[in-house]
């Protein structure tokens, strides 16, 4: 990983201070890149923190040799540097390659007081995936508003990985076969760790007779870490 | 705009949000960009409301950083779009070259190699300019890519085209 351009921007009226850095990354490995999650750390002189972007997550994909992008920003009061030419840039980048699997099509509840349930449990890589339970919150107030149709899963982690994303799709499918709307849910999941999940979608009443929702889930999992740091320069813009 | 409407149009949704159920009546709040400035303060409107959020996302792209501007949100969707087409990738690729060390030539020739089997007609600007670039400052480099390009012409027929 290399850093392409480190700039910081001249304080604004306001006493603040921003700062852009481009990164490039090579995938040397056989698995392909589908994830990147990065955090970017501004440090002065004497390495004291400055700013932080963190928890960036970007849908980089790269196949091996492949070189993509990742930008990060950053903001601070002027004061917190004292010497510009002296502060730097660090950027720490995890890559991931994503397993997916679909879960299945189910039918949507008739009200509010029913469930729908898979009962089975299905092993997906390194994950447990619980049975699957389709529920309707409370009606609205006003019946022609949305109705909100959601999904209870838990999924375990048995490895001894940590999974730095589970997403659990869905889509709700209109008895014509149109997509009329998705959502999902994610969250990391620790070793041996169990997660609930609780996407939910929303659609008017009618749109719901007959739908179905079709359920998926993905799972990222750590390829390489990198890292990088430069010294910042004033941006030219 | 209302709230609803703007995460409506471009895609944007909440990650981690707690409790599940929250009152939807919230995204009929007007967004109003003197109040809230960025993707921070709205994540601060929606905590005061009692719904934890952690990010913002929208699914292909990834997180939105919180120090984003609410009304450059087109910018960045559009950036992030640019990312996959070969142009952004040709330019991208010749900023391996800043600040060359020696192992970053041979980076950037694998990375140009991969791109370069995918250039179309309308590349060829593109390119002709990272190759005069190269002919003024770096001719070690410049005469490297000729080869590469040469080499490839068995593999993308495209490349017959371009006359170096």
């Known amino acids: 990983m290399k850093i392409t351009k480190a700039t910081y921007r001249a304080p604004d009226n306001y006493g603040d201070t921003s700062f852009d850095i481009e ?8 698995d392909i890149v589908d994830m990147s999650v990065s955090t970017l750390t501004i440090l002065d002189g004497n390495n004291n923190t400055v700013s932080c972007d963190y928890d960036r997550e970007e849908n980089s ?5 492949e070189t993509f992008s990742v930008n990060l920003s950053g903001y601070a009061k002027a004061y917190l540097i004292s010497d510009f030419s002296k502060a730097k840039a660090i950027v720490d980048l995890t890559t991931y390659k994503k397993e997916f699997k679909k879960i299945g099509d189910f039918d949507i509840p008739a009200d509010h007081k029913s469930c729908i349930q898979s009962n089975n449990q299905i092993e997906f890589g390194k994950l447990r995936v619980f049975g699957i339970s389709i529920f309707r ?3 609205p107030e006003n019946a022609s508003d949305d109705h909100s149709v959601a999904v209870k899963v838990a999924v375990k982690n048995i490895s001894d990985e940590y999974i730095q994303k589970v997403l659990i799709k869905v889509q709700l499918i209109d008895r014509t076969g149109s997509n009329l709307v998705d959502s999902e849910d994610y969250r990391a999941i620790p070793p041996n760790g169990s997660m609930h999940f609780e996407p939910s979608v929303y659609a008017k009443s009618g749109k719901l007779k007959g739908a179905k929702l079709d359920i998926s889930i993905a799972s990222f ?3 390489e870490h990198y890292n990088a740091e430069s010294l910042l320069q004033l941006s030219k813009d | 705009m209302k709230l609803g409407e703007f995460f409506k149009n471009y895609n944007i949704r909440l990650a981690y949000s707690y409790p599940k159920n929250y ?13 809230f400035k960025n993707f921070l303060d709205l994540k601060k409107f929606f905590n005061q409301k009692n719904i934890l959020v952690r990010n913002f996302y929208i699914p292909d792209i990834g997180t939105v950083p919180f120090n984003l501007k609410i009304n450059e949100i087109n910018n960045f969707i ?4 640019k990312k996959s087409t070969i142009s952004f990738k040709l330019k991208n690729s010749f900023q391996i070259l800043n600040n060359t060390e020696y192992s970053d030539i041979d980076w950037y020739l694998r990375s140009m190699k991969n791109i370069l ?8 600007f593109e390119l002709n300019n990272i190759l005069q670039i190269l002919k003024k400052n770096n001719l070690t480099v410049y005469k490297k890519m000729k080869a590469l390009i040469k080499n490839l012409r068995e593999n993308n027929i495209i490349l017959k085209e371009f006359k170096i």
């Open chain 1, 23 to 30: 990164t490039s990354v090579e995938n040397k490995n056989e």
């Open chain 1, 61 to 65: 994909y790269a196949e091996k040799d």
């Open chain 1, 137 to 139: 919150w409370d009606p």
């Open chain 1, 221 to 223: 999992h750590q390829i």
């Open chain 2, 23 to 35: 009152n939807l009546k919230i995204y009929t709040t007007t967004l109003e960009t003197k109040t």
């Open chain 2, 78 to 81: 559009e950036y992030a779009n």
């Open chain 2, 117 to 124: 089997l995918h250039v179309k007609e309308n590349n060829f």
